[in-house]
């Protein structure tokens, strides 16, 4: 082991604060000093000299940002204080009732009342203790009262330093709150080598910054050009701060990047006024923002009025009005979706709105089109509302020559050229070709995404190729591929044919609610793939249950009770079961519910040889049936299954008078209750 000296010491301690210096300046201030070569120089001497004398390389040591620590899984930790959420306002009206509140609360002469506006950040929040002016954990929002510990990919975060830059009013505990962020520009690059690379683009910056924060391996996190900005604060101590002004200062000197456009307002009028200033500039900002945020400036006053339970009183998320553009209709076209159902797309002279570009935007389907009364060539309104899929508002009818042309639901899916219809109950049209390849490429992406399968690694742009080229022809030929049969792909490398393949094979244990999602019934969701799992325990027992069955389960209405019941006659659809087993996926069987099992309460015991079943299987299915197995006869024995040559537990139980039955008994009470011997 290497002897560390007084010099040594202070000199990784000279490049430590020389990189924080430059980090700084990088990330916080965008104002570098040093080009990006001279900056690696510095990095490499200190990552050396950390090499040859581990004793160095301390928690907030700038390398420990490069990420590499692999986690199993995240660790729970509670808030000291809960970090609450926002009551909104979303108009003018709204914000004025905040404020009559905060003055009725806090008692005080309306002159005396001062707020702060600031931009409503739209990424993932986190807390971010800081112990002794030391980086010491970082952990997500969560549900408020517990947090996921994510420090290492914290870390990696350059604008989130890991000491705190200024000593002076450095306090012993600090919980600096505020946004994981991604800017507009740095989303737009990311999706777009995301798309080159085949993977799958994210719907906007606040996924892809979640899904980066909860990364387990935290060289992923280090790969996206994440940011951070500051605006709270938790448990403090050892320094006083006594109002949101205050706050923002100290913050920036400590390192942070503070919210951009920030007002002291000295009344209501001046809020109102900074509000229209930010929305009226919310494009020229480098992150997306949904609204403003309106706090009470002095902590004092915030105390006075208090907080409820999930929201404070002393402050307001005051929301943007949803952005909504004029511009032409081009074309009318239709998407099928993967229940086979026909979304009518109004195709849009492409117009920003809210900092997007789009070019087309839902029609949602053919009541909604006739209500609108949405034509080819109309000039309409269309609004965009956070991350929801553009819509149409209205048409401008003033605007209409009479060339206009109106579109009609096609007759034949504009895929695959079978027939469509429309059930009289519901909305949706739909393809009747269960085989419709549109429906493959809908569906594969819902049988790969995180709530079904959840096979990471495998973007949905490359399920897609594999289906256009014959790769694949289903969801089930995932199971049978090969990393030879990846490779003939373009642009695929090894690493990545590899990744998939081990992205595949992680995904054949789902759980049984998973894999019931995974199926893409019309109208089985989340919440109802949950439900089946709970109600019967495995997949073959619910392909046995007829409609009457589904509509005696709560929350299951007939329309959902056909569409499952229909789901498992499909031929297409058992075969497609049979093939997923076949390629490994296990079926899981999960108990229900114990007193709602048909042996709740009953105590089995088993002797002597069973020639239908090993004794193994015996208990496992008792058990699924909520009986419990004992080993020996007691008073609380209610069965004694006696197979070939029983010993004296069989005498024991004639003694007690406990009720005795044979293997048959016990194989017809098996299949009674839908699971059969595995012999079967
Ligand atoms: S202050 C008591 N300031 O909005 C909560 N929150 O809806 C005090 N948020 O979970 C939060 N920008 O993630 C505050 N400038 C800002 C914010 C902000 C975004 C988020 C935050 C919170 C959510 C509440």
Redesign the pocket.
């Known amino acids: 082991m290497s002897k560390v000296t007084t010099l040594l010491v202070e000199e990784a301690e000279k490049l430590h604060r020389l990189i924080d210096y430059h980090n700084h300046r990088y990330f916080v201030l965008d104002d570098p000093e040093i080009s990006d070569a001279e900056y690696d120089r510095l990095f490499d001497q200190l990552i050396q000299l950390e090499k040859d004398h581990p004793e160095l390389r301390t928690s907030d040591s700038p390398t420990q940002r490069i990420g590499g620590a692999v986690l199993k899984s995240f660790k729970s930790v509670p808030h000291r204080l809960p ?4 009551n909104k306002a979303n108009e003018e009206n709204e914000f004025l009732d905040f404020h009559r509140r905060i003055l009725e609360l806090s008692e005080v002469a309306e002159d005396h009342i001062e707020y702060t506006i ?6 993932l ?1 986190v807390e971010l203790i800081y112990e002794k002016g030391i980086l010491t954990t970082g952990l997500t ?1 969560g549900d408020g009262t517990m947090g996921e510990e994510v420090t290492s990919n914290l870390k990696t975060i350059g604008a989130i330093p890991l000491r705190l830059q200024s000593e002076d009013n450095t306090p012993s505990l600090l919980e600096v ?1 505020g ?1 994981v962020l991604l800017s507009k520009n740095d989303f737009e690059k990311l999706n777009e080598s995301r798309l080159d690379k085949g993977e799958e683009a994210f719907a906007n910056p606040r996924n892809a910054a979640a899904g980066a924060v909860r990364q387990l391996n935290s060289a992923v996190t280090a790969s996206r050009p994440l940011d951070f900005v500051a ?2 604060i938790g448990i403090v101590e050892g320094s006083k701060i006594d109002s949101q002004n205050l706050l923002w200062r100290y913050l920036y000197r400590w390192g942070f990047k503070t ?1 951009e456009p920030a007002y002291l307002c000295a009344d209501r009028n001046a809020v109102i006024e900074k509000y229209h200033r930010i929305l009226a500039n919310r494009e020229s900002h480098s992150f997306e923002i949904d609204g403003t ?1 309106v ?1 009470l400036d002095n902590f004092a006053l915030r105390k006075k009025v208090g907080e409820l339970s999930r ?2 009183r002393w ?1 307001v ?1 005051w929301k943007f009005p949803p952005s909504q553009e004029q511009t032409a209709v081009e074309d009318i076209i239709v998407s099928v979706g993967r229940t086979g159902a026909l979304t009518p797309i109004a195709i849009l002279k492409p117009v920003r709105v809210g900092g997007v570009t789009v070019g087309r935007a839902t029609l949602h389907n053919e009541d909604e089109l006739k209500r609108k009364d949405v034509r080819i060539g109309d000039t309409v309104i269309i609004q965009r509302a956070g991350d929801v899929i553009p819509e149409v508002v209205k048409v401008i009818i003033g605007r209409r020559t009479g060339d206009e042309r109106e579109f009609l639901m096609p007759e034949k899916c504009p895929i695959c050229g079978a027939g469509t219809e429309r059930l009289e109950v519901q909305a949706a049209t739909r393809c009747t070709n269960v085989a419709c390849p549109a429906k493959q490429k809908e569906y594969i992406s819902h049988f790969i995404s995180r709530a079904a399968m959840d096979i990471d690694g495998l973007g949905y742009k490359i399920a897609e190729q594999m289906l256009d080229r014959g790769i694949i022809k289903d969801a089930a030929d995932l199971y049978f591929l090969t990393k030879e049969n990846l490779l003939d792909m373009e642009r695929m490398g090894d690493k990545l044919a590899q990744n998939i393949i081990e992205a595949i094979d992680k995904s054949r244990h789902p759980s049984l609610k998973s894999l019931i999602f995974a199926l893409g019934i019309p109208n089985v969701g989340g919440h109802l793939a949950a439900v089946l799992a709970k109600q019967y325990g495995s997949i073959d027992e619910i392909s046995t249950k007829s409609i009457e069955d589904f509509m005696s389960v709560n929350e299951i209405g007939p329309i959902v009770a056909k569409a499952i019941s229909d789901y498992f006659q499909e031929k297409k659809n058992k075969e497609f079961l049979i093939r997923l087993k076949a390629g490994g996926v296990s079926f899981p069987f999960e108990k229900k519910r114990l007193s709602e099992l048909p042996l709740s309460g009953k105590t089995f015991v088993l002797t002597g040889t069973l020639s239908l079943f090993s004794r193994e299987e015996a208990k496992e299915k008792l058990e699924l049936l909520g009986a419990k197995v004992s080993s020996s006869v007691s008073n609380k024995t209610d069965f004694v299954i006696a197979g070939e040559n029983p010993g004296s537990k069989l005498a024991k139980a004639r003694q007690s008078g406990v009720s005795i039955r044979d293997e048959s008994w016990l194989k017809e009470l098996f299949e009674n209750n839908g699971y059969l011997p595995k012999k079967y």
């Open positions: 970090m609450l959420s926002l600031e931009p409503k950040y739209d990424g929040a929002r709150r946004e605006y709270g919210p945020v706090k929201s404070p402050a998320a």
